[in-house]
């Protein structure tokens, strides 16, 4: 007798969207050159402009930065920004750009323009400093560089992460160097002398040690043998609780001048020659 095989059908494979019931909530966009003063700006559920950001995309217009803007097409006929409101407005202030790349999206309600805005805002990780310098130091910015090089001199790396040769205040240290490269070299040594072998180096510490080095009288620097022998011996970890402390005291958080003033209180703690300086930034 032969023995006859029978084979079913093949089992239905279960899709991945399925099996853990994804949705889609809409259409996919088409994209269109749309007249830039043709679009429109929903404030129901936009957020506030910052003039600051719409200045900085203005003066320096990128096409490849500025890619596509999201728009709602409503059944008025109207063009709505869902996200691009930025790079909109930054278009509007400039007299050579008319026409830009939107992909623009047919969506029933306010309702779903709201959602989808919430979802590319939601979804998007914001750049982080670290990511910034980076690609600040890519596109050769002449602070970020020389931030970059005094932060290998001191045997660390710019990247996120608690270890102490991680270093994450390359914005605090950017921005010093950009504002007075000078005396931001003058005062890294000192830095990095007080922060060996292993400690953190922080934002607050960068921006202390140079706010007050801008600050001191004429001849005097805390790069000299006495200022600098004298800030190790205190330590960082003193100074950082009166930078703290200081803060706290006057409020307005850690900007330079508590910076700078938790330093110096810091610095001539049971000192009876003062550090001397021409600003009384402890007022």
Known sequence: ?????????????????????WITVDQPGSFHMLNKHALKVDHTYQRESSEKKILEIAAEWSWAGFGTCSVALRQDGEWYVIDGQHRVLAALKRGDITMLPCMVFELDTIAEEARAFLKSNTNRKPVTMVQKFKALITKKDHAAVVANDLVIMSGRTVQAGSSAR??????????CVEEDEAAMRRVWPVIVELCQPDLRISGQLINGMFYLERHL???VSLSSTHWRRRIVQVGVQAIEDSITNTANL????????????GLIHAINKGLRNHLPHTVKIDQ
Do not use: D, Q, W
């Open 166 to 175: 991680a270093f994450t205040a390359a914005h605090a240290l950017h921005t």
């Open 250 to 261: 006057y409020g307005g958080g850690k900007g330079y001048r508590n910076c700078a003033m």
């Open 217 to 219: 009288g004429p001849g």
């Open 1 to 21: 007798m032969t023995e006859m095989l029978i084979v079913g059908a093949e089992p239905r494979v279960m899709s991945k969207e399925e099996r853990y019931k």
